[in-house]
């Protein structure tokens, strides 16, 4: 029985090998295994993600329209508070970074922080304004929006007189309703190309190599973790380069100008990682194909303890879980008043990269290709 | 019934085994070489001897071509990072090996004597695009003579911030007005208009239809095989391309195409070595089969590589978080894209490369003007030209 079974492979391999173009068939070919896992994630991880994210977004589109209709104390906080769970939610989908949001960038005129005020100020009065080049990137998205609702006067009160007096009122109520749009637009595609034919291009490359769906998503999730993650939001405001601080930059967190999120967007953020990572079902909360058990069919463990490598990860996550949880909910404050907090939370995030970025990298196999390899 | 036919086949066979053996005779200038001792881990040179047991293997043009171009581009890189001015006049000495232009240089991944590039009696320049019709070829030298001027005039603003139409530095990288880093368009486009163009599309393709029945003056060579051996030269200074190469850890030294052949063609790289020891052997047997196909799979996946370099690279201005990254990224990729038009196999040729570098960076201000918009447009037109 065993003696055919190995003889077929070694046959259907010899037609591979010889007759296709594609790739070697693997000694070891778990495309079936990833194919069920990519089916997982796009069905009941990215696309309810995106759809979640959508409703958020929708509320805050709505709320931005009736502030920029009629700007009043109401119609401000509505859009504020809506424009803050939006944020939230966007923590939850910002790691989808591959296929469709690859395509259109979609993080880059979403969230690149610091917003760039005096760029924001300039493109207000300049209608034809490329929106598309890479220096308008922070002068769009969350962080511009921050500026414009949190950001353009001390108070309330002049806020609402930004947008209500003044010369240039009906250019900035211009430029929100342009960014809400734009960001309409963008999440709007990227969502119609998951439901279309991504999701099949998504689900029907089961390969390992560079450009196979584990291949980017392994690529996106490790890179979004490295830079926008454990960067973003606490290494490059606290001024924590290779675990050590040198000046620290509080006016970079994200959301600046409102503050007191800080916590809850990284919070969200890395819980979206280790969900993702334990391939929780968005709408049922239950575990599926994933990265972990994916490292566990592989066996991949730890050499001198027997610890599973899943297991070893998932530790990881709870610390730099219990790391975020000191902190305060303003990292702004916590950067100036305790920004050893700030380099515990770091380092541990730290771990956790290299947990990713080289064990699991390399008990799955797949090549790191978002890092310049050639040292020119 | 069965007569007949047989006896037909018989004089066929005859006929055929005859014609055969008179070939072997007329050209049968060295033993047979089993195939099975062409391994992954045979050193290039191993196998190949004459009837002395002298070696037939010469790498020595393909190699000083090879260190070369390492010279030519350590010059620019190197001054670069001195913040120094880098002569116009000084690349196209190196370019054509006139005036004994070469020095000493010892790092860590070069190693040339300057003394044995200024003797070699090979130059860079005259091989370039050389599978192009005479005056289709000097276009390509005088393009990268022209970058040499724009890379001389950009290096006055070395100490200089780039920003839009300023040329300077962008982190370490030296770039132009339009924010294009010129060191990278020629290192790039040499691996094009150079490696692959001379070792895809002369020697490795009108090089194959040379005389394999006697050598060449008083060498121990036929031009075949030469022809075969200065390509594998060109490409690596190692005896074993590769040796002990995994996906992510380069296990040896390469420079320019072999790098990037590694880095863009997981798949095949490590197929790569076989390829060129397997047509060796063949050229040996007078396999002209054989070794017609060892030089189409290593021309096929040469430019896969760089096709899939070139993607790689818009992909990192994509995912670049600063303009340095970014204009470093989009160098890479746009002397990728013209080197894209010697990629002969899969039909590049000028008009290809240049439509796609014209929706890239024929704006006014060039890089500082793109956008995921064009990148991608760029990206499809490469990911449907290659298949990939």
Known sequence: MKFFRVVFVGIVACICGCGGSGSDPSPADNSKDRQEMLIHWADNIIIPSYDNFKVKFDIMLSESEEFTSSPSNESLTAFRTAWVEAYAEWQKVELFEFGPADRYTLRNFFNIYPADVAGIETNILDPLANLEVPNSYPRQGFPALDYLINGVASDDAGIIEYYTTGDDAPERIAYVSKLVGRMNTLITNVITEWKGSYKDTFTSSTGLDIGSSTGIVVNAYVLNYERYIRSGKIGIPGGIVAGVSGTAYPDKVEAYFKKDISKLLAKNAEDATASFFNGVNVTTEAEGPSFKSYLDALGAKDSSTGTLLSEIINDQFSVVDSKLNLLSSNFYEEILNNNQAMEDTYTEMQKAVRLLKVDMTSAMSVTITYTDNDGD | ?388
């Open chain 2, 1 to 388: 019934m069965n007569y007949l036919p047989t006896a037909k086949a018989l004089v066929i066979l005859s006929v055929v085994g005859l014609a055969s053996c008179n070939e072997d005779e007329v050209s049968h200038l060295r033993p047979n070489i089993d195939y099975s001792l062409a391994t992954a881990e045979t050193p290039y040179s191993q196998l190949f001897v004459d009837a002395n047991g002298t070696t037939t293997v010469d790498l020595a043009e393909g190699n000083s071509r090879h260190k070369m171009f390492q010279a030519l581009n350590y010059y620019s890189t190197s001054n670069v990072s001195a913040n120094t001015h880098i002569d116009a006049a000084k690349l196209k000495n190196l370019f054509t090996n006139t005036g004994n232009p070469f020095t000493d240089i010892s790092t860590s991944t070069i190693s040339v004597v300057g003394a044995d590039l200024n003797t070699a009696d090979v130059q860079l320049r005259d091989v370039v695009a050389s599978s192009l019709s005479s005056s289709d070829a000097e276009v390509v030298r005088e393009r990268m003579e022209d970058l040499f001027d724009q890379i001389d005039a950009a290096s006055n603003s070395v100490t200089t911030t780039a920003s839009q139409g300023i040329a300077g530095k962008l982190g370490t990288y030296l770039v132009d007005a339009k924010g294009i880093e010129i060191a990278q368009i020629i290192q790039k486009s040499l691996i094009g208009a150079l490696e692959l163009d001379y070792i895809g599309n002369v020697l490795l393709d009108k090089g194959l239809t040379a005389d394999n029945h006697s050598v060449v003056g008083d060498h121990n060579y036929t031009q075949l095989e030469h022809n075969w051996d200065e390509a594998y030269g060109l490409l690596t200074l190692n005896p074993i391309y590769l040796a002990g190469s995994t996906d992510d850890t380069r296990g040896t030294v390469e420079f320019g195409a072999g790098s990037y052949i590694w880095e863009y063609n997981k798949a095949n790289y490590a197929k790569i070595h076989p390829a060129f020891l397997k047509g060796r052997v063949a050229i040996v047997n007078n396999d002209n089969a054989e070794y017609q196909a060892q030089a189409l799979f290593i021309r096929t996946e040469f430019e896969k590589a760089l096709a899939a370099a070139a993607l790689g690279y818009l992909d990192k201005w994509k995912s670049g978080t600063t303009d340095a990254s970014r204009a470093h990224a989009i160098g890479e990729g746009l002397g990728f894209i013209y080197s894209l038009r010697f990629a002969k196999v899969h039909g590049g040729d000028a008009t290809f490369s240049d439509s796609i570098l014209t929706g890239l960076i024929d704006s006014p201000n060039g890089f500082w003007d793109l956008t995921v918009t064009k990148v991608n447009t760029a990206s499809d037109a490469i990911k449907a030209k290659f298949g990939l």
